[in-house]
């Protein structure tokens, strides 16, 4: 899970940054209109966290640009925080495509709340539980399970647990469970995920469930009833 923060208040951003980054979300930061806007038009986000009052481009041209891009059919759920609490701003803001809207100040839970909502509304549609042979995933506490007791998995386990579910029987690569679990500009070494990988599966296989090594390309979960 990937998510734009586009706020030009360095303490709030670091903030907001390192409570997302440790609730298991990749993370990048925008720290005004013009790089927020190149970066939404560069890389897809799961979320888009987006400040009003932004230097250069505001808040309002992002979104609209945002929503005017791919022909209108972009869904890139939109968080908008700002300190103006006119309803006037509200009104646009929601007209404009945003899908949420937090005044500031805010208390750190509900944004994580508002940000859990909005990323399961546009990632798994109504479903909060991703369920996989004996394995289930509670997309909303981000916690997995088999035959209802509870599995005990790190921040990135989590994460690269959660991108395979999401493509089950599809090849996911290295570079993609890298790209979730780093922000922009850091990088976590395939020799890294190979290590998480090695972590999840032992762990995962006491529920009968194998992370099939695809060489040269990636990790697949196959569909249940597959066979390995
Ligand atoms: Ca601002």
Same mark, same amino acid.
């Given at each position: 899970m990937r998510l734009l923060i586009a706020e030009d208040d360095p303490l709030l951003a670091d903030g907001l940054k390192r409570t997302l980054e440790a609730n298991g979300f990749a993370v990048d930061h925008a720290p005004d209109g013009?790089? @927020?806007?190149?970066?939404?038009?560069?890389? !897809?986000?799961d979320l888009i966290i987006l400040d009003l009052g932004l230097p250069g481009l505001d808040g309002f041209s992002v979104l609209k640009r945002l929503r005017r891009r791919a022909g209108g059919s972009s869904t890139t759920p939109v968080l908008v925080l700002t300190a103006r609490t006119g309803l006037d701003d509200r009104v646009k803001g929601l007209n404009l495509g945003a899908d949420d809207y937090l005044p500031k100040p805010f208390a750190l839970p509900e944004l994580e709340a508002r940000v859990r909502a909005l990323v399961r509304r546009g990632k798994f549609g109504a479903s909060p539980q991703l369920q996989h042979g004996r394995l289930r995933f509670d997309t909303i506490g981000r916690r997995a399970s088999v035959d209802d007791q509870p599995l005990e998995l790190s921040a990135r386990e989590v994460s690269m647990l959660e991108t395979l579910l999401l493509s089950v029987g599809r090849v996911v690569s290295k570079e993609q469970l890298a790209e979730q679990l780093t922000g922009w500009g850091e990088v976590v070494g395939t020799n890294a995920i190979e290590v998480y990988i090695h972590? $999840? /599966?032992?762990? $995962?296989? !006491? @529920?009968?469930?194998?992370? /099939?090594t695809v060489r040269g390309l990636g990790y697949l979960l196959e569909k249940p009833g597959s066979g390995s």
């Open positions: 013009n790089s @927020a806007d190149h970066m939404a038009s560069s890389q !897809t986000y972590r $999840l /599966r032992k762990k $995962l296989e !006491t @529920a009968g469930i194998s992370v /099939r």
